[in-house]
């Protein structure tokens, strides 16, 4: 959708984020099912596997040159995590036409992403600290397709702002030109937009997260859910809207380059 320059409309681009949602939700219930597991994050030299770094590092820059190699970053929608380890892509790029300025390619704000998941949204949704030898691969690899989703929805802040750019030049020229960061920060926010998104997650935590039964006396149970939903909301609220207005200022503040 995103490479459809005839498409290309706030409306589509706002769907495209509400569809995101699901998936952004769905993964986190399936990460969390896991505990925090902190030995997958630390450096593996002191055990006897035979790698640098942590196996959960060891797992996602082995995932990301394989997706490489058949092409998953030819897509302007996808952003590495270490975009200096990709071997090419054996798939030629695409003949569309780009939507996004070439600039967009400078924008990646996936090294603040992996900083602020491990050290403030792990700890916030998992409850259990322990690890889970067991399913170490398994969690690790929730983790990753987690934070790919987190990216893709993060990142779509350069379509949100080329459409805004498209739709509204003759405002955000000078202030690019002029390189006013929080005039661009103020004219890209809509606080209302941002309420519906907040209330939205929200509810969809509380639907998808449900015990559905099919026994009618398990209605009057205390409901559990299996993410809460006022934290899915705050995960909004303080981390995926903000990066995604930074995105959107680091990709405006390039548009004319
Ligand atoms: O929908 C927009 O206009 C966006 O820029 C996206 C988004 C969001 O991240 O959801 C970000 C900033 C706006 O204040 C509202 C919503």
């Known amino acids: 959708m995103a490479s459809d320059n005839n498409k290309l409309s706030l409306d589509s681009i706002r769907d495209s984020l509400i569809r995101q949602e699901d998936t952004i939700i769905f993964n986190l219930i399936e990460r969390i099912k896991y505990p925090i597991t902190p030995t997958l994050y630390k450096e593996a030299s002191s055990s006897s596997w035979n790698i640098s770094g942590s196996l959960f590092h060891y797992l996602f820059q082995e995932t990301e040159a394989l997706h490489s190699k058949v092409g998953r970053y030819l897509s302007a929608e996808e952003n590495p995590f270490f975009p200096d380890k990709l071997p090419a892509s054996i798939i030629p790029p695409s ?76 405002q955000y020229k000078p ?16 606080e209302a937009v941002e309420e519906v ?6 509810k969809k935590a509380f639907v998808f997260g449900q015990q559905v039964t099919l026994n ?19 995960l909004y609220d303080e981390w995926i809207m903000p990066l995604t207005k930074l995105v959107e ?9």
């Open 95 to 170: 003949k569309c036409t780009p939507v996004l300025h070439p600039a967009a390619e400078c924008v990646n704000v996936n090294e603040k992403i992996l900083d602020v998941y491990k050290k403030q949204l792990l700890p916030l949704f998992c409850t259990d600290q322990a690890d889970d030898e067991e399913n170490f691969a398994t969690t690790a690899s929730c983790d990753i397709q987690l934070l790919q989703a987190l990216s893709r929805r993060i990142h779509y802040g350069k379509f949100v702002a080329e459409v805004k750019f498209r739709d509204c030049t003759d």
């Open 175 to 190: 202030l690019i030109l002029a390189k006013d960061r929080d005039a661009l920060m103020k004219l890209l926010t809509f």
């Open 197 to 202: 998104v907040k209330k939205r997650v929200a």
């Open 216 to 234: 009618i006396d398990d209605n009057t149970k205390e409901a559990k859910y299996k993410v809460d939903p006022s934290l899915v909301s705050r």
């Open 249 to 257: 200022v680091e990709y405006l503040l390039r548009r004319l380059d």
